[in-house]
Each structure stands twice: as C-alpha cells, then as structure tokens.
C-alpha cells in the first residue's frame, strides 16, 4: 500500500530475475502495477486491452472451463473474471515459476475453487491432460517473441483436441511482416475450424480467433 502511495509522486520499477523471461520489469505508476519485459508489456498494459478487445468478440456466458496458456501476471483472469463476470473455472499454465510468483503475490492470481494455476510447458500440457475446453487463449510470449514450438502442427494439433465442439481459440500473435501463420491456418484449415485475424488491436498485436 505505501509502495502504491508513493507511486503517485515517484514511479518506480524494480527488476526480478527470470530463467525463462530474462529481467521482468515491476514498473509501479500512480497506483498501478504493469509486468513487463526489456522489449514489451506482459500484463495490465496494453496486454490486458487487447485481450479484452477478443474477448468481447466472443460469447464467454457459454463457456464453463477456460484453458489459459501462459499466465503473465494474470491479467486475462482478472478481467474474465472483472469485465466479463465469469464465474466458470480458469486452468492457467505457464512454464516460469518466477512468473506465476509474481502473479501471486503481486496481483492475487492464486489457486481456489474455481482457478487453478499450473507450472508447466504447454505443450507438455496439452499432451497430458484428457480435459476439453471451451475456450483456450493462447499467449504464449518469451519478452516479443513466440517460440517456434508453438507454431508447429504438433502444437496445434494438441490444441484443436483439447477443445470442445463448438469452442473457441484465441491466438495472440506477432504484428511483424516476418511473422508468419501459414502452418497455423493449414491445421485449421485441416480441422474444419473458420477464423478471423484482428490486425492491429490497440495498435499492437494481431489477433486470430477460431471457431
């Protein structure tokens, strides 16, 4: 609370070590607590309004068990949860216990009833559990990039059978000329699945979003 006080005259970041994220960034600024990199914002920044933005273009009262792949510091549960009113479960996994300390502590992102948080690799994830959901949000970043094992049929294909019929993929991704999608919509494309790509959300990332 001091710390939040303070902010308002003196903003302040402190740094905290990460094997997998290099050197996070807690930058404490009129109150408010942003997560992010040397490079980009990791969450309650610009983060949370682009999710918030592909939130809204899908219907979340369905939905009873969200799958969230790559945690940050929780600011896609918050606003599920805030914004959106759900009270469904959340299963939220990401590789980096720095990451999910941070969430924890700095942003109440705990374990309860109906949100459960996981340290581990996606995709090792994917592959271990029988579970289905009804959305999966994917935003799986190291600092401004995704890793190339996300982009792989494999992933993809791990992906498309965890969901239900009927659910919904939101994907996260790159606004980069180098950026390229094209094994993502073959196993799409492959599945039966239609999509749409939001370019540019809050002038920064591109969305796709699955059905």
Not at 3 to 15: E, V, Y
Request: hydrophobic content about 45%; proline content about 1%.
């Amino acid at each position: 609370m001091i710390r939040k006080l303070i902010s308002f005259a003196f903003p302040f970041t402190r740094i905290v070590k990460s094997e997998y994220n290099g050197n996070l960034e807690l930058t404490t600024i009129f109150g408010k607590t942003y997560l992010n990199t040397a490079n980009t914002n990791y969450s309650y920044g610009s983060l949370q309004k682009v999710l918030k933005f592909s939130l809204k273009q899908i219907d979340v009262t369905k939905a009873e068990h969200i799958l969230v792949l790559g945690l940050g510091g929780g600011s896609v549960l918050k606003t599920l949860r805030t914004d959106f009113k759900f009270a469904g479960r959340i299963t939220a996994v990401d590789i980096d216990p720095v990451i999910i300390e941070i969430s924890k502590n700095e942003f109440g992102i705990s374990n309860n009833e109906n949100t459960s948080v996981v340290c581990a690799d996606a995709l090792d994830y994917l592959t271990g559990t029988l579970e289905k959901f009804d959305i999966l949000i994917i935003d799986l970043f190291i600092d401004n990039r995704i890793p190339a094992r996300f982009l792989t049929e494999t992933f993809w294909c791990e992906v498309i059978n965890r969901l239900k019929n009927k659910g919904t993929i939101i994907f996260n991704m790159l606004n980069s000329q180098h950026f390229s999608i094209q094994i993502v919509e073959n196993v799409l494309r492959k599945h039966g699945l239609v999509w749409k790509i939001f370019r540019e959300v809050e002038k920064t990332n591109n969305i796709l979003i699955a059905y």
